[in-house]
């Protein structure tokens, strides 16, 4: 989820849409915030386009690390769990 999440914030759906096909990883927990960092970085090169999609990038990562509890599913941050296993 970590690396959809990056690339989410260069403002590129098709490369988090082929992360997800290719891992089979898709989290509705989490894709409402990916989708609203696609947004954020696509505004944010509209209103500055002499910034690079990196620099906006790093933008965007500092705040996902500020708001990490917000931005990814609780459930799979538990220690020792593994949802995967039944």
């Given at each position: 989820?970590?690396?959809?999440?990056?690339?989410?914030?260069?403002?590129v759906?098709?490369?988090?849409?082929?992360?997800?096909?290719?891992?089979?990883?898709?989290?509705?927990?989490?894709?409402?915030?990916?989708?609203?960092?696609?947004?954020?970085?696509?505004?944010?090169?509209?209103?500055?386009?002499?910034?690079?999609a990196?620099?906006i990038?790093?933008?965007?990562?500092?705040?996902?690390?500020?708001?990490?509890?917000?931005?990814?599913?609780?459930?799979?941050?538990?220690?020792?769990?593994?949802?995967?296993?039944?």
């Open positions: 989820m970590e690396e959809q999440v990056h690339a989410a914030c260069l403002g759906a098709q490369t988090v849409e082929n992360m997800q096909t290719a891992t089979g990883v898709k989290d509705a927990f989490t894709q409402h915030w990916i989708d609203d960092l696609i947004e954020r970085s696509r505004n944010l090169r509209k209103a500055h386009p002499e910034r690079s990196t620099d990038q790093e933008e965007l990562m500092a705040w996902v690390l500020e708001n990490k509890d917000a931005v990814y599913n609780p459930f799979l941050t538990l220690k020792g769990d593994d949802a995967n296993v039944s």
